[in-house]
């Protein structure tokens, strides 16, 4: 029977992004791929506790039982072998997880499937694999361990986005870094009724945005934040961005400098997106969070 992924919300998801297998790749980076693959099998019917991402895809998998049609699909994308991988699916079964496909590559690189699975979002915690992809047009981040005390909450999808870098291109940021803060708001005051161009999430922003439509309005399952340093007058280009594109967000937090962390704690983000470790790091203590990378050719990365 065949299957298409056309019109779906596609993730990849690397199994350490998953669950929490920080155990196992402590065995794999001092001992050695044969005492992990040992251990791994040693261990194939012990449940693996919850990664980074369990609490966002397990929401997210939830979407598909609000109407008559699939809306999201999950691919597990793992360099286990499929011998290794067998102790994931057990885990996955346990959880009660819709997931049902995976590429299990025995060592090799990942990155070749990208395409093949058409991937909206690829979640990992190996930089190599989310530079890849960010620098092939997909939307990608690199997960910090999880929080102290991760906790699922499954009724609704709760993702806090950054702005420039992250859901706009880095032009912005990049004006910011070079002539400081009153060049930027200058920049910005007199761009406020140009559209900023769109950013590596800005493809995952409108999807999210179709999924809202399609989910009976209710019901509210999907919340999106913006969470960004900006403050006024910047805020003006950002808010006629999103109208130009069509696109709404829930909530925006323009914080001019102020730490995001406890914003970020107070909305119950399953996953923030950044792209600056001085905003990720506290962030990462209370909430999901990833750092999305400059692609290659950005100035940002060069500078």
């Known amino acids: 029977m065949s299957f298409s992924l056309a019109g779906l919300l ?126 092939a047009g997909i939307a990608a981040a690199l997960l910090y361990p999880p929080p102290p005390g991760l906790a699922s909450q499954t009724q609704q999808v709760r993702i806090a986005f950054d702005g420039d870098a992250v859901l706009f291109a880095d032009e912005a940021e990049w004006v910011y870094k070079q002539q400081g803060l009153a060049a930027f708001c200058s920049h910005e005051r007199e761009r406020a009724n140009q559209p900023l161009p769109a950013g590596p999430f800005a493809k995952l922003l409108h999807t999210l945005s179709t999924i809202q439509q399609q989910v009976p309005p209710e019901q509210s399952p999907i919340r999106i934040a913006l969470v960004t340093a900006r403050s006024s007058p910047a805020h003006e280009r950002v808010i006629k961005t999103l109208r130009a594109w069509g696109v ?47 692609r290659s050719d950005s100035p940002l990365r060069q500078g």
């Open 10 to 135: 596609v993730i990849g998801i690397s199994s350490r992004a998953l669950f929490d297998l920080s155990r196992e790749d402590e065995i794999f980076q001092t001992e050695g791929l044969a005492a992990y693959s040992a251990y791994q099998r040693e261990h194939e019917e012990e449940i693996l506790p919850p990664g980074t991402a369990f609490p966002l895809v397990q929401a997210l998998l939830r979407l598909n039982e609000l109407t008559d049609k699939r809306l999201v699909e999950v691919i597990i994308m793992s360099r286990n072998s499929p011998d290794t991988g067998l102790r994931i699916f057990h885990t996955i079964q346990h959880y009660g997880l819709d997931i049902t496909r995976a590429a299990l590559t025995g060592g090799e690189s990942i990155v070749p499937y990208f395409q093949a699975f058409h991937l909206d979002l690829l979640l990992s915690r190996e930089e190599s694999e989310v530079q890849a992809a960010i620098d």
């Open 248 to 294: 709404r967000v829930d909530a925006a937090f323009f914080l001019g400098g102020l730490p995001k962390d406890a914003v970020l704690q107070a909305f119950g983000a399953q996953i923030f997106f950044d792209d600056q470790e001085v905003h990720l790091q506290p962030a990462s203590q209370v909430v999901p969070s990833g750092r999305v990378p400059y």
